[in-house]
């Protein structure tokens, strides 16, 4: 009989796993705690934007006309674990207030509602990025919580999804990483992922630690080129070079590789920065926070980037205050295709110019809700081409397809100047510059 699944936690990459497991022909049932989720997910609708995702949902949703029905959601846990074979845990780390280290608070409470309903067998599969050993002790806590004791195991299963590729990235992954201390528990891994590995994903087989280490790892790499690229755009900068052509002849170099090597004002968003952080934070109660000292220096380029921004907005504009000056911002979200706005560098840098007297309005495609809800002392406009209306300077700073498919001679003609920076070097700087605009990017020529 084909496996029955369920998906604990029903955020970014709960509510996209659930729906990739119907998709892949299981029955699934999704369990969040907050009830108006779960009712927005019963009518087929996604709480955040994800492209693609709700297509997949209402594909699958029972009671939506033409479902497959195969997937159902509660906020029962009795519920999730009468149903369920394999349980996914999605729920969310976030970082802890005022700390580096990521809050394990919904985790444990996930595990704390499911363990005691667990009386048969069951694969508990940890999906959450946590810091390494958590496994290890969620493991021991499964044994002595749940009645069915050993027949209640744990295995680890890290997620790369990214925002805007959720429902791709989630259907065809790079790889499957699952750590696991039995051949039942591998065994069960694999029947879930049997389509995507006939599909070619490589599934890797690793015990509990590394399985963890792999995701906080991947992500601090990740960090790691994005941070770098920045400090050489800094150094281009000082030196007169062009950081685009620069990552353009790295990155010919496959060891080097061409992607994540975009200059700007650097990455945020739910995932990187926490992550490198909450690692940093465990590897020192690991006693190994010497390995990882690199990783302070990442975020502080990181975080150095949106400060530059700022400077190189203040120097375009001739120096001195922001006060009564008018910014328009193209870009709210920390990344195109989605409408998050968590630790958004764009945001950051809007708040920073705001505060400084600077008169700001900004626009973003599917961000603007939560911006509003996030920064509501910000202006917002409907469009581009009302943000800009009036504006001194225009700063871009998320790079969606629709920035930079903007006609810079329309814009040109509501502006009060033609000054726009390029905080993500995306926009074509020839097609600005033959529309009038003086064009600035980091770490690229003037002219
Ligand atoms: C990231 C990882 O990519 C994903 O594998 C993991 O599962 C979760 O964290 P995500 O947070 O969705 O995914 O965003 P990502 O596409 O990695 O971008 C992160 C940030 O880096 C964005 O703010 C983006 O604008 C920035 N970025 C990316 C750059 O500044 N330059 C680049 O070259 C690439």
């Excluded at 207030?97 to 444990?108: I, K, L, R, T, W």
């Amino acid at each position: 009989m084909a496996l029955k699944i369920t998906v604990i936690g029903t955020g970014y990459l709960g509510a996209t796993h659930a729906a990739a497991m119907a998709e892949l022909g299981f029955e699934v049932l999704g369990l969040d705690v907050v009830e108006e989720k779960i009712d927005m997910l019963r009518r087929g609708e996604v709480p955040m934007y994800e492209p693609g995702l709700e297509e997949l949902l209402r594909r699958h949703v029972a009671g939506i006309e033409g479902s497959t029905g195969r997937l159902r959601f509660t906020t029962d846990y009795a519920e999730v674990a009468a149903f369920g074979d394999v349980h996914f845990v999605c729920v969310n780390t976030p970082q802890r207030h005022g700390e580096y280290a990521c809050d394990m608070s919904y985790v444990d409470a996930a595990f704390a509602s499911l363990a005691p309903h667990l009386t048969g067998p069951a694969l508990v599969v940890g999906k959450s990025t946590v810091p390494v050993g958590s496994a290890d002790r969620l493991a021991a806590y499964l044994a002595e919580h749940a009645p069915a004791g050993a027949d209640a195991e744990l295995a680890w299963n890290p997620e790369f999804l990214r925002e805007g590729f959720a429902v791709n990235d989630t259907l065809h992954p790079d790889r499957i990483v699952v750590g696991v201390r039995s051949e039942k528990a591998e065994k069960l891994l694999r029947e879930v992922y049997a389509t995507p590995v006939e599909e070619g994903s490589p599934f890797v087989v690793t015990d509990f630690p590394t399985a963890e280490l792999v995701k906080t790892s991947a992500n601090s790499f990740l960090a790691t080129k994005i941070s770098f690229i920045n400090a050489m755009a800094e150094v281009c900068e000082a030196a007169g070079g062009d950081v685009a052509k620069l990552a353009e002849a790295i990155g010919h170099d496959d060891r080097i590789g061409r992607k994540f090597l975009r200059a700007g004002i650097g990455f945020g968003g739910g995932c990187l920065p926490k992550d490198i952080r909450a690692f940093m934070a465990r590897a020192g109660e690991l006693g190994a926070d010497q390995a990882l000292t690199f990783l302070r220096e990442i975020d502080s380029i990181n975080m150095r980037q949106r400060g530059q921004m700022v400077e190189l907005a203040r120097q375009a504009l001739g120096g001195g205050p922001f006060l009564g000056r008018r910014v328009a911002v193209l870009g709210a979200t920390f990344k195109p295709d989605s409408d998050d706005v968590r630790d958004s560098p764009a945001l950051n840098v809007a708040g920073q110019i705001h505060l400084q007297g600077g008169q700001v309005t900004v626009y973003d495609p599917k961000g603007m809700d939560n911006a509003r809800r996030l920064f509501p002392t910000l202006g917002y406009a409907d469009s581009a081409l009302e943000a800009v209306r009036g504006a001194d300077i225009v700063l871009h700073l998320t790079e969606w397809r629709e920035f930079r498919e903007l006609d810079p001679q329309t814009l040109g003609e509501v502006a009060s100047r033609r000054l726009v920076l390029d905080g993500r070097n995306a926009l074509d700087p020839e097609l600005w510059r033959r529309a009038g605009w003086t064009y600035r990017a980091m770490g690229r020529p003037t002219a």
